[in-house]
């Protein structure tokens, strides 16, 4: 459990969060999300006209922002003024699959016991959703003077592919948001700081032959191989530079998996290897990023040294900025307040989207129910307590909105 005090236990009971929703609507709610199996191979639409409903009965009007196939999409809805500065409360709806996991209970059903929800997306993240959402009417009366953005995307667990356009959205509002939390778990702190991605595939073509000729052939498995080493030889290089405030304490450079072959006697004419880089906020990715592309370049011409037709093709899987907020920030200090949880902010080892709404110029933190360690996991599970305690947040968000945000509060303060 979250070990502090539980708000209220009862999934079922009346209770209220800290005089906000009953404990007992977030949950209900989250059940709800639960049972829509949003993992990022699918489409999410679903789950987007469920909440855009649930927005409408409340009177708020949601924007759905497509991929370009259709099949997915992003939610931006605004309660309250929107010209003037307010807060982003920023989510994704996709899930990581279940596949090959020993669940002790379906995984797309809530099940609660013992004072937890178990569920897929129960901690990452549909409990901050489901805290929102249920808190929407509050925001919707309270709204009067500061303005509540709710922000959902879609293929955040494939590198935060749905979030640019929203963000964009985002930025473009009357008045851009003074704060956004985005509600990843970290058990309710407030982190102002995590590091970046970079993720390629490549796809490497060699010409096959017989073993026993192999000077006429073109072996894209070695070429692999080779360029697998490069980037060992670089992320060896990367740890010169380490930032104590987080684990591990330098960029971290990982080839996830290479494939190639088939056949002992026959030279591999296809490979394909997966590799990311996490990069510490401050590095200079645009840099690493050339390296990268010079290392791809030498093992192509390596490829293709005495053989036509070679090549490597190399294919963006993700790629995010880090999250760098001062930890003085009016944001952080602001997100610290509504959190209740009056401890220094922290660093994060995970990324999010939340590099790209900083990148946009808006002022963002991390701050959400849960540990990141049950994520991705069978048996994912959050506390009743730890919704509680994400509602009792909102409610404090809520009784602030009747007033414009303070100076202090405010970016050009700092």
Request: hydrophobic fraction near 45%; charge should be negative; proline fraction near 8%.
């Amino acid at each position: 459990m979250s070990g502090r005090q539980p708000a209220h236990t009862d999934p079922s009971g009346p209770g209220l969060a800290a005089g906000g929703a009953p404990v007992g609507r977030i949950v209900d709610i989250l059940r709800d999300l639960i049972a829509f199996p949003t993992v990022s191979s699918r489409s999410n639409l679903d789950i987007v006209e469920y909440i855009v409903s649930r927005l409408a009965a409340e009177g708020v009007e949601a924007r759905r922002i497509f991929n370009a196939a259709g099949d997915k999409a992003s939610i931006l809805a605004t309660i309250g003024p929107a010209d003037r500065p307010g807060i982003a409360l920023s989510a994704h709806t996709d899930v990581v699959p279940v596949e090959g996991q020993d669940w002790s209970s379906d995984p797309f059903r809530a099940d609660a016991r013992d004072g937890r929800i178990y569920g897929r997306g129960a901690t990452d993240m549909k409990g901050f959703v489901a805290a929102v959402l249920a808190h929407v009417p509050h925001f919707k009366a309270a709204a009067t003077a500061t303005p509540v953005h709710i922000c959902l995307s879609y293929d955040e667990e494939l590198g935060c592919l749905g979030a640019p356009d929203l963000v964009a959205a985002t930025a473009a509002l009357p008045v851009p948001p003074a704060l956004c939390i985005v509600g990843e778990p970290t058990g309710l702190r407030v982190a102002h700081s995590h590091k970046g991605k970079l993720a390629q595939r490549l796809t490497f073509t060699g010409r096959g032959g017989h073993s026993a000729l192999p000077h006429l052939a073109a072996n894209a498995v070695e070429a692999a191989a080779g360029l697998a080493a490069g980037l060992a030889a670089l992320g060896r290089e990367l740890r010169i530079v380490t930032d104590p405030a987080f684990t591990p304490p330098w960029t971290s450079l990982h080839v996830g998996s290479i494939h190639g072959g088939g056949a002992l006697n026959f030279v591999p004419d296809h490979a394909v290897m997966e590799f990311e880089a996490r990069i510490l906020p401050g590095t200079d990715a645009i840099a690493l990023e050339a390296t990268l592309d010079g290392l791809v370049a030498e093992a192509r011409a390596a490829l293709a040294a005495n053989v036509d037709g070679t090549g490597i093709t190399a294919t963006r899987l993700s790629r995010y900025p880090g999250l760098d907020t001062p930890a003085d920030a009016p944001a952080v200090r602001l997100a610290t307040e509504l959190c209740g949880i009056p401890e220094a902010p922290i660093t994060l080892s995970f990324g999010t989207e939340a590099g790209l709404f900083s990148e946009a110029g808006i002022p963002t933190v991390v701050c959400g129910p849960g540990d990141i360690g049950r994520a991705h996991k069978a048996d994912e599970w959050i506390g009743v307590d730890e919704l509680a305690d994400a509602g009792a947040m909102m409610t404090r968000l809520a009784a602030g909105l009747a007033e414009p945000l303070p100076p202090a509060a405010m970016p050009s303060a700092h």
